[in-house]
DNA sequence: CTATAATATGACCTGGTGGTCATATGACCA
DNA sequence: TGGTCATATGACCACCAGGTCATATTATAG
């Protein structure tokens, strides 16, 4: 295991193929990440269940993680198709309004795409250990994103210039993370998922944890300049 | 795999060797669970490390998952035993400067343990879909604290009654995960992972991170009287 | 010392895994 | 029709997993 970026996507021979039949290979693949993860995903099940052989699967991709990732590109590419095609409800978000939007009208996306959501959030946060290599790309995908979003609020104005970035960048993504296994978790547990994520206390939940995050950013910056983290009680000597 | 919680301990067989050997046993484990995690732990390397035989394994142990959970076990016995040793810097903490201490006297216990809770964090946190069954109970007790000290802060007139309680529990839960991870990431890239966690930088972040949750909390209720979420942007159209 | 109980052994079992490669098949072209 | 190229096949490979059980060894008691 080599620590270069993971660049491999598939073969040519798979995008040969008729659309129907990349189509089943691919949701069979959804079904089985879903399911098992990345790590216990079996290549033979998702051979012996999309009806190729198992030679004609390495044809296809170059190994397990191969299918993974383009499946990972795949939903992220329809992601930011559906949020580019999606119009806030006003012009005038600042930042965190914009945030807030953003994470529920991504989860108006997973409730339609549920399957492929659990196959990727499950390997995300379930599977960072053992696949680092191949999921770093996309995590700085994410900061990357979250960090040109402060950067612009602090130059619009809307966030204290003081701000920590790499904390802010750091609580937005844990806190997208939680909200994603929250409702992943809870999800999981209910008969008609999109009828729950769409119900008021699912929403309500949602709205509280969000802003506890805002409310927690913008408050820090100022509360240090007046109770500074010297007066932490300190922890304990060695 | 049933669903009923899991209650194997190691059998007397464990309990009869020398201490020495028993302790051997479970160093060997722990670096094994630290490198692999649960899943990918082999009972192969484990018996080959210790030099005892594949049959006297399952002589002390039911299976795989009996001597992670009896190593979960032990670092919750020496970590409630260490915080029971410690002293907070006075006795006249608010239950947030109560936590802060908690999760700072906690990482100084982690930071001399740090193998062990590499391996239990890295189970517990990434490998929470294939072992809830194990894990459930672990995380029961650690929810079960935090509402409990909740409950506590609000009896004495700390927090405000209208706190929502879930949320609170939830946000702290997933605040300590979030903590722990990022000690762990990042702790593993240092050359000395204890003076990592003391230095000026670090403890600075980790107060950071805590005031975020702190001031999140707090303002919530009060701010939903004022703002209620319903003005919040709504979520896409189904 | 013998008998019994406790402990240790390791070959074997069943069941997989990801991946390879010699061969077969099918489509297309001249 | 034969030749070529693209695609499909599946037996096989090396390796591994968790766990079992008949047997061997050691410790202990009388």
Known sequence: MTTRSYKIMPKQTFFNLPDEKRENIINIAVDEFAEFGLENASTNRIVSKSGISK???????????DIFMHLLKILEREKMAYLSGQSPPNMN??????YRWMVKTGLAFNSTNSKMVQAV??????????????LTDARERTKEFIKNMIDNAIKKGEI???IDVELAVMVMEAWQNTITTYILD?????????????????????DKLLYVMEYGLRKTESEFITRPPSNSPLIGEK
């Open 93 to 98: 978000l600042d930042t965190f309004a914009y």
């Open 186 to 206: 809870e999800g999981m547990k209910q008969k008609d998922f999109a009828a729950w994520v769409y119900s008021a206390k699912t929403q309500e939940m949602i």
């Open 121 to 134: 959030t499950r390997v995300m946060v379930g599977e960072r250990f053992f696949f680092s290599k191949y």
């Open 55 to 65: 030679g004609s699967f390495y044809q296809y991709f170059e190994d397990k993680q």
């Open 160 to 162: 204290d210039p003081s």
